[in-house]
Each structure stands twice: as structure tokens, then as C-alpha cells.
């Protein structure tokens, strides 16, 4: 497989129209003093914003006679449902959205007995190179902005509220940043997008800081700079490898920010936060799943603030990585066990839509005539599952 280039900077494209969720609360207000309102109505519109009320004509708090205006002024729609794929019984449902400029991402609802989970993308396309993943040989296609990546969470979170899953009406629980795309590349929207997620209404979906998760391949200054947020959200780490001489060739990253330097930057931010940071691990068939790698990892981790995720690898058409055996991943997740770090195996759910971590949906998005073919994304589901009687406690 040629290896493509890091790509850091998100090629220039034209901006989305400006859109309520991208503004702070003062200037959303200005925008509504401006068009002759009184400020107060921003705040109706983030309340509904936030429940997900998309047709001006519901907003029945707004007259009558100003709700198209100032819906079109602060909540243009930013995001078309392209489709919307379902499994497990409807409990997982993928959805296609096309954005304003014709970039395609997904995202993926989760519904479990105790909590409904989103799985949001925060770039169309990813810089990151890593060579087993779909969305990573498709390329960086441009940042999201905050607004698009909040708004796939409104979505869920509507989705839920209006009993569209399966079970009833529910509430979303849990927002996990494991789409298409390296959260950290974009920073400043992810950190806004986070602000909205943990934020109370009308400016936020109140969600709890330990229910987000943060994913990321290893961007030290990122995870730097999250650490100053004070936002002690969960922070998910994709390490695939104890190793820098393996890192160097699955997770190109590596070549800038070492497995040693990653690992501290983590630590770092469990001694800051008090939360334990997971490691996320994609089990690779005689790549990375040998038993003297689950050693190293395991010495790596030994007494920190850390928690192991394996995740079988879900193979992509035409690639020659595949999935570890069920004795080699059995194996690995002793021998973490043995050096006393907390491992779960996780849940592949998702897997016959594509829902599933690093499978290649471009297929499927080829036939839209005029959309550009992406690869999607890598959402990678966050609950644990125990494998058979090894399970944590
Ligand atoms: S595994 Fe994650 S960071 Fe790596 S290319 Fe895929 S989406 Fe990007």
C-alpha cells in the first residue's frame, strides 16, 4: 500500500452559512438586534436549535411574521440527510449528510438498554494517513465547522426525543468523537462543538462531561491544549501499537509524536482531570496482535490511569489487513490483564452497514450523481464488551 502524506492544514473551501451554533450567545444576539428583534429571540432559536425544530413554521414562541426571516438569518440547514441506513432491530442507524458544499460525512446512533450513543464526524475526509483505514486513504477533504459537527449531534439527540428509535422516546446520553476524522486537526470547532454538548439550554444539549469522549491518534499538542480546557471530558487515545518501529508504518502520526510522548500527554491529562483515559487498539491478524506486543503494551500502561479498548479490525473491501483470531485476541487481552491493566474487547455493532470502524463506504456514496466520492468514516463504537468470562469486573 503507498503511503500518503500527514496532511495538517484542511485545504481551504467555502465557508457554510453562518449559522446561530457557530456564534457565541452575544452575537447571536446582535444578529437578531440587527434585523430589528429583540435580543431575546436568539435565545428562542437556540432552544430551538437545540431540540432539533427544523421547520420555522413549529417555532409557534417566534411571530409569525419574522420566524422565516430570522430562521434563515441564524439556522440555515447545514445538513442533508442523504440516507440513513438501520440494523440491529433499528438500534443502529448510520446516516449520510451531505454538506453545503457537497462533502459527504456520517454519523451513527447507538441505542443500548442503558444509553443511546452518537458517533460524529469532525472533518470530511482525514489527514492522518493511517494505512488500515478507509476514511485515512481517502484523504482530508476539509474541517467541519462547529455548527456541522453539533448540528449530527442535535440530530441523534431529536431522534431520540422523538421516539424514531426503536424503545420509545429516550434521551441521548453520550457523544463520542470516533467518525470521520482527527478532532484535534480541528481544534477550535471541536472545542466549541464541546462547549455546546456540555452546555445548558438554550445554548447546549446538557450532557455530562464524563458521557463525551474525545478520540485521537496521537496529536500531542492537541491533547496539550485540551488538558488547559477544564473540560474533563473522556479522552480516547488510538496507540495500535506499543512500538515506534510498528507506529511508524500504521499510524504515521507516530513519525511526529512518538508512542512515549503520546502516552505522557495522556497521562498528563488523567493526573489533571482525575479521569482514566482509554486506549483504543485495533487487533490486526500478525501485525500487531502478537502476543510479545500485548507484553509491551501492557508494561507501557502497568499502573496508569489507563484503560485498554480492543477492537478487531473490520476489513475493508480490497485491503489486506484483516481481523485477529478470536485465540489471539483472547491471548492478548489475558496477557494485558496479567500486567494489570483494565482490557475490554469492543463491540463490533454496526458492522453489516458499514457503521463499523474503518469500513469503506464509497461504494454507496458513488451513485449520488454530482456528490464527490469519500471514503466514510471510522466510527468506532465506545461500549466495552467483555470477552467471554475475561471480563472486567
Ligand atoms: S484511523 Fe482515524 S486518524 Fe487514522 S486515518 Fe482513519 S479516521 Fe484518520
Known sequence: MTALPLVFDAPRRGKPPRHLADLTREEARAVVADLG??????????????RGVT?????TDVP????????????PGLLTPVRTLSADG??????????????LVES??????????????????????????????????????????????????????????????????????MGMGEPLANYPRVRATLRALLGQAPYGLGLSQRSVTVSTVGLVPGI??????????????????????????????????????????????????????????????????????ADLLGRLLAGKLAHVNLIPLNPTPGSPWDAS????????????????????????????????????????????AGVPTVATPAPMLEAPVPLGAEADA
Not at 40 to 50: C, P
Not at 90 to 103: E, I, M, P, Q
Request: net charge negative; hydrophobic share 40%.
Open 37 to 50: 428583534q429583540p435580543a431575546f429571540r436568539a435565545d428562542q432559536l437556540a432552544r430551538h436549535f437545540f
Open 55 to 59: 421547520d420555522p413554521a413549529q417555532m
Open 64 to 75: 409569525a411574521a419574522v420566524r422565516e426571516t430570522l430562521s434563515e438569518a441564524l439556522l
Open 90 to 103: 433499528g438500534r443502529t442507524r448510520k446516516t449520510l449528510w451531505r454538506l453545503h458544499d457537497g462533502a
Open 108 to 177: 451513527v446512533l447507538m441505542r443500548y438498554p442503558d444509553r443511546a450513543t452518537v458517533c460524529i464526524s469532525s472533518q470530511a475526509g482525514c489527514g492522518m494517513a493511517c494505512p488500515f483505514c478507509a476514511t485515512g486513504q481517502s484523504g482530508l477533504t476539509r474541517n467541519l465547522s462547529a455548527a456541522e459537527i453539533i448540528g449530527q449531534a442535535v440530530a441523534a439527540s431529536a431522534a431520540m426525543a422523538n421516539g424514531e428509535v426503536p424503545g420509545g422516546p429516550g434521551r441521548l446520553s453520550n457523544v463520542v468523537f
Open 224 to 293: 496539550r491544549k485540551l488538558t488547559e480546557e477544564g473540560m474533563a471530558v473522556t479522552l480516547a487515545v488510538s496507540l495500535h501499537a506499543p512500538d515506534d518501529e510498528l507506529r511508524d508504518t500504521l499510524v504515521p502520526i507516530n513519525t511526529r509524536w512518538k508512542v512515549a510522548e503520546v502516552v505522557e500527554a495522556a497521562d498528563d491529562y488523567a493526573a489533571r482531570t482525575g479521569r482514566r483515559y482509554s486506549v483504543e487498539y485495533a487487533l490486526i491478524r500478525d501485525v500487531n496482535d502478537q502476543p510479545e506486543r
Open 325 to 368: 483470531p478470536l485465540p489471539a485476541q483472547r491471548e492478548f487481552v489475558a496477557r494485558l490483564r496479567a500486567a494489570g491493566v483494565p482490557t475490554t474487547v469492543r463491540d463490533t455493532r454496526g458492522q453489516d452497514i458499514d457503521g463499523a470502524c474503518g469500513q469503506l463506504a464509497a461504494a454507496d456514496l458513488g451513485d449520488d
